[in-house]
C-alpha cells in the first residue's frame, strides 16, 4: 500500500507559517526539529485525525519560489503548484481562511468536474491552496 503521509513546504517565516496554519486548518504542531548543521529547522503541522501532515521547513538563505496569482498561473511553471484538501464544505474553508488572514485567489464555484466546488485561495506567504469536496477516491469522476 502507498499513501501520501505529508507535503513539504520551504517557508520563510516557520513561526508565523507554522501558526496561521494551526490557526486556519486546525492542525496540530509536534515538536521542532531539524538539521542544525545545515540551518535547517522543521516542524510538522497533523491534522488531528492523523490522516495528513504539514511539513514546514526553514532554511537560512532560501529563496522564494513560485508566487503564481492564480491556479492557472502555476500551471506554467514546473514543479509542485499548490496543495489541495477535501473538505465537505468549501464556502465555509474559504471563508475561514480568508477570515484567518488568507487571499482569495478563486471564489467558490464548479469545478471542471461535474458535481464537484472548487476554490483557491494564497497563505500568508503566496504559497496556493485548493479546496475542494469531491467525493470517492482522487481523480474519480463524480458519476464513476
Same mark, same amino acid.
Given at each position: 500500500?502507498? =499513501?501520501?503521509? @505529508? %507535503?513539504?513546504?520551504?517557508?520563510?517565516?516557520?513561526?508565523?507559517?507554522? !501558526?496561521?496554519?494551526? =490557526?486556519?486548518? +486546525?492542525? %496540530?504542531?509536534?515538536?521542532? +526539529?531539524?538539521?542544525?548543521?545545515?540551518?535547517?529547522? #522543521?516542524?510538522?503541522?497533523? !491534522?488531528? !485525525? +492523523?490522516?495528513?501532515?504539514?511539513?514546514?521547513?526553514?532554511?537560512?538563505?532560501?529563496?522564494?519560489?513560485?508566487?503564481?496569482?492564480?491556479?492557472?498561473?502555476?500551471?506554467?511553471?514546473? /514543479?509542485?503548484? @499548490?496543495?489541495?484538501?477535501? #473538505?465537505?464544505? %468549501?464556502?465555509?474553508?474559504? /471563508?475561514?481562511?480568508?477570515?484567518?488572514?488568507?487571499? *482569495?485567489?478563486?471564489? $467558490? +464555484?464548479?469545478? *471542471? &468536474?461535474?458535481?464537484?466546488?472548487?476554490?483557491? &485561495? =494564497?497563505? *500568508?506567504?503566496?504559497?496556493?491552496?485548493?479546496?475542494? !469536496?469531491? $467525493? /470517492? $477516491?482522487?481523480?474519480?469522476? %463524480?458519476?464513476?
Amino acid at each position: 500500500m502507498t =499513501a501520501l503521509d @505529508h %507535503v513539504g513546504l520551504s517557508v520563510a517565516d516557520l513561526d508565523a507559517q507554522r !501558526d496561521w496554519y494551526a =490557526a486556519a486548518l +486546525g492542525l %496540530v504542531p509536534t515538536e521542532p +526539529g531539524g538539521i542544525p548543521a545545515l540551518g535547517l529547522q #522543521v516542524v510538522f503541522l497533523v !491534522d488531528p !485525525d +492523523g490522516t495528513w501532515a504539514l511539513e514546514l521547513l526553514h532554511r537560512p538563505g532560501s529563496q522564494p519560489g513560485l508566487q503564481a496569482a492564480s491556479a492557472p498561473e502555476a500551471v506554467l511553471t514546473q /514543479g509542485f503548484g @499548490h496543495i489541495c484538501l477535501r #473538505v465537505a464544505d %468549501v464556502e465555509e474553508l474559504f /471563508g475561514r481562511l480568508t477570515a484567518a488572514g488568507a487571499t *482569495p485567489i478563486m471564489p $467558490p +464555484g464548479p469545478s *471542471p &468536474v461535474s458535481g464537484v466546488r472548487m476554490a483557491f &485561495v =494564497a497563505d *500568508p506567504e503566496g504559497n496556493l491552496i485548493e479546496m475542494l !469536496d469531491r $467525493p /470517492g $477516491p482522487p481523480g474519480t469522476p %463524480v458519476d464513476a
